[in-house]
């Protein structure tokens, strides 16, 4: 199989899983006082430290979580901020968490608006939670968070960002950001699945918790801590520090991918092409033809990819990020979305060039050529 699917979430690294191993062999619960508990207590230390450290950010700041979805929503809840504002793409943990939050419309490339961002600050005195991902997790386009950070924080706001698909791509950093609370999961960056944190910039700002039952993670997050996942979770941060050559590699596969892509079939389009994206992702419409066609013969092909956000319990839907882009609808259905990561080689890239070829000429598109 081609895996082409690193957004939606990256197999844990060896050296990961081995770590994860030797930390499931500690018996000790974390917030008991006794040796095997210290020994669990000081693994999970060592790996805020190490989250701290690729966010930027204070080892007091890091509240674990048990996953992306979860750091989102903590954010939104516990921040105590009568007033929400969203961009119309984020990932539906922000949206879902928020329904009622005032909308961020994006440009035709998926970019937020930040003159509107910026009147709907000025249309309400109430201090509000701005949420605004660093990079959408379906087109790759990055956001302009620094900006939004400086006109939230001129209107006595607080900005939150998603970051989940950033270590390893592009800097997630605190202080280069300027943001207030920066989200990040474990199994987007080569660690295990069910592992995320929320950093937050200044250890002590107010945030209530929504679980509660205990003490954990200063008060912010009840519930015993999952020592062998956030060991994982520590050492895949580090991992991901020096990835710079890696990902000019990568960069230079998608860009082949997509230029072949074009050539090979002349109807195809690229969503988001002229915006600042991630190195490795790829969101690829074949215009009036399916996603779910497409993923499944991709699938049937040995080529895994995706239509929208992979967080909808196997179901390919329409995707709201690309109708918020305004696109035509015959478009916003037939869009896949190609992300690579550290596993993949040219020959991947070549088996989903050849399969989706070959399915692009089958269903009758004209032009269509293998090589």
């Given at each position: 199989?081609?895996?082409?699917?690193?957004?939606?979430?990256?197999?844990?690294?060896?050296?990961?899983?081995?770590?994860?191993?030797?930390?499931?062999?500690?018996?000790?619960?974390?917030?008991?006082?006794?040796?095997?508990?210290?020994?669990?207590?000081?693994?999970?230390?060592?790996?805020?430290?190490?989250?701290?450290?690729?966010?930027?950010?204070?080892?007091?700041?890091?509240?674990?979580?048990?996953?992306?979805?979860?750091?989102?929503?903590?954010?939104?809840?516990?921040?105590?901020?009568?007033?929400?504002?969203?961009?119309?793409?984020?990932?539906?943990?922000?949206?879902?968490?928020?329904?009622?939050?005032?909308?961020?419309?994006?440009?035709?490339?998926?970019?937020?608006?930040?003159?509107?961002?910026?009147?709907?600050?000025?249309?309400?005195?109430?201090?509000?939670?701005v949420s605004l991902m660093l990079a959408n997790n379906e087109t790759g386009v990055i956001q302009p968070v620094?900006?939004?950070?400086?006109?939230?924080?001129?209107?006595?706001?607080?900005?939150?960002?998603?970051?989940?698909?950033?270590?390893?791509?592009?800097?997630?950093?605190?202080?280069?950001?300027?943001?207030?609370?920066?989200?990040?999961?474990?199994?987007?960056?080569?660690?295990?699945?069910?592992?995320?944190?929320?950093?937050?910039?200044?250890?002590?700002?107010?945030?209530?918790?929504?679980?509660?039952?205990?003490?954990?993670?200063?008060?912010?997050?009840?519930?015993?801590?999952?020592?062998?996942?956030?060991?994982?979770?520590?050492?895949?941060?580090?991992?991901?520090?020096?990835?710079?050559?890696?990902?000019?590699?990568?960069?230079?596969?998608?860009?082949?991918?997509?230029?072949?892509?074009?050539?090979?079939?002349?109807?195809?389009?690229?969503?988001?092409?002229?915006?600042?994206?991630?190195p490795n992702t790829s969101c690829l419409a074949l215009p009036g033809l399916s996603a779910v066609v497409q993923v499944m013969a991709l699938d049937l092909a040995g080529v895994a990819v995706s239509a929208g956000s992979?967080?909808?319990?196997?179901?390919?839907?329409?995707?709201?990020?690309?109708?918020?882009?305004?696109?035509?609808?015959?478009?916003?259905?037939?869009?896949?979305?190609?992300?690579?990561?550290?596993?993949?080689?040219?020959?991947?890239?070549?088996?989903?060039?050849?399969?989706?070829?070959?399915?692009?000429?089958?269903?009758?598109?004209?032009?269509?050529?293998?090589?």
């Open positions: 199989m081609a895996y082409l699917d690193y957004n939606a979430g990256a197999s844990a690294r060896p050296e990961v899983v081995a770590a994860m191993a030797e930390a499931l062999a500690v018996a000790g619960n974390p917030s008991s006082v006794h040796g095997p508990g210290r020994e669990a207590r000081r693994l999970i230390e060592q790996a805020r430290a190490r989250v701290a450290r690729l966010a930027g950010g204070a080892a007091e700041g890091v509240v674990f979580t048990s996953g992306g979805t979860e750091a989102n929503a903590l954010a939104l809840a516990g921040c105590g901020r009568a007033r929400v504002i969203v961009s119309d793409i984020e990932h539906a943990s922000v949206l879902q968490n928020a329904p009622s939050a005032e909308r961020i419309p994006v440009d035709g490339e998926g970019v937020v608006d930040l003159a509107a961002l910026q009147r709907l600050l000025a249309a309400d005195a109430r201090p509000a939670l620094a900006e939004a950070a400086r006109l939230a924080h001129a209107r006595g706001a607080l900005l939150h960002c998603d970051a989940a698909q950033a270590p390893g791509r592009l800097s997630q950093h605190l202080g280069e950001l300027g943001v207030d609370l920066l989200t990040l999961s474990a199994h987007k960056l080569g660690g295990p699945a069910g592992v995320g944190a929320l950093v937050l910039a200044d250890p002590d700002l107010p945030l209530a918790p929504f679980l509660l039952g205990g003490g954990q993670e200063r008060r912010r997050r009840a519930g015993s801590e999952n020592t062998a996942g956030i060991v994982g979770f520590g050492l895949a941060c580090t991992l991901v520090e020096d990835m710079d050559n890696v990902t000019l590699e990568i960069c230079n596969m998608r860009d082949w991918l997509e230029a072949e892509a074009l050539r090979r079939v002349p109807g195809a389009v690229v969503v988001g092409a002229s915006a600042h994206r991630l992979a967080c909808s319990s196997g179901k390919v839907g329409s995707s709201h990020v690309l109708a918020a882009m305004g696109l035509a609808p015959e478009i916003v259905g037939s869009a896949i979305r190609v992300s690579l990561g550290v596993g993949n080689r040219e020959e991947d890239v070549e088996k989903f060039l050849a399969a989706w070829v070959d399915l692009a000429r089958r269903k009758g598109f004209e032009r269509a050529s293998a090589a």
